[in-house]
Nanobody
Framework: QVQLVESGGGLVQAGGSLTLSCTAS????????MGWYRQAPGKQRDLVAT???????NYAESVKGRFTISRDNAKNTVYLQMNSLKAEDTAVYYC??????????????WGQGTQVTVSS
């Protein structure tokens, strides 16, 4: 089994910054893609950013230039630095990992979610 544990959410004023982190642990052989998704009330869960093991990144258009995703492969940890936050960034942020388990299965895992609230 694999667990993803997120931290770093909270309340921030518009224009402020927050950093989210997510650490994967458990029966991990390797991790391919890690990333962040978010879900606002009444809306679907949408991609925020992803990063491959090799460091290739992908961002939603709405966060380009404001958010930066990074990862520490040795620590199985992914980070999301969020700057110039806007009210519309308010959502529950979910960590995602595509994991090759020790059983050689390729499985998608999700964190429990962390609330980010941006006050205007």
């Amino acid at each position: 089994q694999v667990q993803l544990v997120e931290s770093g959410g909270g309340l921030v004023q518009a224009g402020g910054s927050l950093t989210l982190s997510c650490t994967a642990s458990g029966s991990i052989l390797s991790i391919n893609v890690m990333g962040w998704y978010r879900q606002a009330p009444g809306k679907q869960r949408d991609l925020v950013a992803t990063i491959t093991a090799g460091g290739t990144t992908n961002y939603a258009e709405s966060v380009k230039g404001r958010f930066t995703i990074s990862r520490d492969n040795a620590k199985n940890t992914v980070y999301l630095q969020m700057n110039s936050l806007k009210a519309e960034d308010t959502a529950v942020y979910y960590c995602y990992a595509n994991v090759r388990t020790v059983a050689r299965s390729l499985v998608d895992y999700w964190g429990q979610g962390t609330q980010v609230t941006v006050s205007s």
